[in-house]
């Protein structure tokens, strides 16, 4: 079946710019997570949903940062006034709860951000 | 911070099986250790999880010690496509982010 998708794959934007993110998850995948990759490192945790709220948005960095997924599907990432350290991988992985129970996170390719 | 130690990187040969281990020794009785992989410029891939008793399937074997301090991720017979970062994660069972640490770099050459 399909994957998680993420669209664009590639992003240059300048400094200062306003940019969206998306996010397809899987189909019937309630939990959607956003992560940071920087060159040389592991994923960093932006945010979390279950359903269409965020259940835990402590990852974002700063007000700069939002995250949005009005019918419990799709979701966008947007990042205001864009600076050059936001550079970096944006991943998007979704699970499947069953009884409060979280599954194994299938993720998608990312979309490589890259602000001059 | 990461719950979790691992070796930077490791060499295996192509065919040979390539035992990856992990240290979890702050973890609590009711967190998994859970097994991705990242291959170069792709998203991280689920390998396999397990609470206490041993765990194997299609990609692995998962083998955690009695203490549940620590656990090594066992690739049976390694090929050149398993060269990736491979993460090990301790997380609850209803926690939603994942804390990954640097992992480890496996290089499978042939």
């Known amino acids: 079946g399909a994957g998680v998708s993420q669209t664009p794959s590639n992003k240059v934007t300048e400094k200062g710019k306003y940019v969206e993110l998306r996010c397809d998850p899987i189909s019937g995948h309630t939990a959607l997570y956003w992560y940071r990759q920087s060159l040389g490192q592991g994923p960093e945790f932006l945010i979390y949903?279950?359903?269409?709220?965020?259940?835990?948005d402590s990852g974002l960095p700063n007000d700069r940062f939002f995250a949005v997924r009005p019918e419990g599907s799709v979701s966008t990432l947007k990042i205001q006034r864009t600076e050059r350290g936001d550079s970096a991988v944006y991943l998007c992985?979704?699970?499947?709860?069953?009884?409060?129970?979280?599954?194994?996170?299938?993720f998608g390719p990312g979309t490589r951000l890259t602000v001059t | 911070d990461a719950k979790t130690t691992q070796p930077p990187s490791m060499d295996c040969a192509e065919g040979r099986a390539a035992n990856l281990p992990c240290n979890h020794s702050?973890?609590?009785?009711?967190?998994?250790v859970y097994w991705y992989r990242q291959i170069h410029s792709q998203g991280p891939q689920y390998i396999i999880h397990?609470?206490?008793n041993n765990e194997t399937n299609e990609m692995a074997s998962l083998i955690i010690t009695e203490d549940r301090k620590s656990s090594t991720l066992i690739l049976p017979h390694a090929t050149l496509r398993d060269t990736a970062v491979y993460y090990c994660?301790?997380?609850?069972?209803?926690?939603?982010?994942?804390?990954f640490g640097k992992g480890t770099k496996l290089s499978v050459k042939p």
């Open positions: 702050t973890i609590s009785g009711n967190e998994y």
């Open positions: 949903f279950q359903g269409t709220g965020a259940a835990d």
């Open positions: 992985a979704s699970s499947l709860v069953l009884s409060g129970t979280q599954y194994e996170q299938y």
């Open positions: 397990g609470l206490k």
């Open positions: 994660i301790v997380t609850g069972g209803s926690q939603g982010n994942l804390i």
